[in-house]
């Protein structure tokens, strides 16, 4: 069986950092983004050095919607093709209710929901530019299920993903796009 190529958004720490790590050690070529340049380049030597594979990098602010595609396009010219995006960039902006910082949680709701939203669309453009068939991978949190105290806004976020990838997952099969939601740290699975 043929090594998957994978692009994980949010790569520059945490699960992101994590989940590229799982990948390389699977063999999996790989095509990080994320703000933190500077940080992927060095998760990107340390993985090509630690398990011989191919790692892309690049800049992305998922919130500059205009210029998702264009840069998965780039990583997938690079790689050969991508087989699985995996939505993971997002924040956590914790507040008291009524301190006045809807702020707050207008970033989180724009990176968590409507980045992701726009990361799956161009994903989708991307595996139709390759001829088909993908794998939209979205990371939720086990917070969509049991809210956390004084983040309402990021629990919230992660119950509007799970809702949305579940809710496309039937119009994306007939476009053979697989499409998963994961929930760390409450449900284990299988993610490639």
Same mark, same amino acid.
């Given at each position: 069986m043929p090594k998957k190529t994978v692009l994980i958004t949010g790569a520059s720490s945490g699960l992101g950092e994590a989940l590229a790590t799982y990948c390389a050690q699977q063999g999996c070529a790989l !095509?990080?983004?994320a703000r933190r340049l500077d940080q992927l380049e060095v998760l990107a030597e340390k993985l090509r050095d630690?398990?011989?594979v191919q790692v892309e990098v690049a800049y992305l602010d998922v919130t500059e919607h205009d210029k998702i595609l264009p840069?998965?396009?780039g990583l997938s010219d690079l790689l050969g093709r991508i087989d699985t995006v995996v939505i993971n960039a997002g924040i956590l902006k914790t507040r008291r209710l009524a301190d006045e910082r809807l702020d707050k949680d207008i970033a989180v709701f724009n990176t968590n929901v409507i980045a992701a939203i726009a990361c !799956?669309? !161009?994903a989708q453009h991307m595996f139709n530019f390759q001829g088909g068939r993908g794998h939209i991978i979205a990371i939720s949190s086990y917070s969509a299920l049991l809210g956390l105290p004084q983040a309402a806004a990021y629990s919230a976020s992660k119950a509007a993903i799970a809702s949305y990838f579940n809710t496309i997952r039937g119009a994306l099969e007939k476009r053979q796009i697989k499409t998963s939601v994961v929930y760390p740290g409450f449900v284990k699975?299988?993610?490639l």
């Open positions: !095509a990080l983004v630690q398990y011989r840069i998965f396009m !799956a669309d !161009a699975t299988d993610l």
